[in-house]
């Protein structure tokens, strides 16, 4: 598995995959629970980029049925 630590790894992983969001988007997804986290400790959020790669995955297949 492969994981990164804090809100600004994942924005630079997702840059580095050409689909770049703001540090604020991903905040926003966390809240309402759109986007894959956890959470071990208070001020610790780590993401699994196999996750992250298959909710993009995912997002784009729907954008694609919705178009």
Same mark, same amino acid.
Do not use: H
């Given at each position: 598995?492969?994981? %990164?630590?804090?809100?600004?790894?994942?924005?630079?992983? +997702?840059? #580095?995959?050409?689909?770049?969001?703001? @540090? #604020?988007?991903?905040?926003? +997804?966390?809240?309402?629970? @759109? %986007?894959?986290?956890?959470?071990?400790?208070?001020?610790? %959020?780590?993401?699994?980029?196999? @996750?992250?790669?298959?909710?993009?995955?995912?997002? #784009?297949? @729907?954008?694609?049925?919705?178009?």
């Amino acid at each position: 598995m492969r994981k %990164v630590r804090g809100v600004k790894s994942v924005c630079d992983y +997702l840059s #580095s995959i050409q689909c770049p969001m703001s @540090e #604020s988007t991903i905040f926003r +997804l966390m809240r309402t629970n @759109e %986007v894959p986290f956890s959470r071990p400790a208070p001020r610790v %959020v780590i993401f699994d980029l196999d @996750e992250i790669d298959c909710w993009i995955g995912n997002a #784009s297949k @729907e954008k694609q049925i919705t178009n």
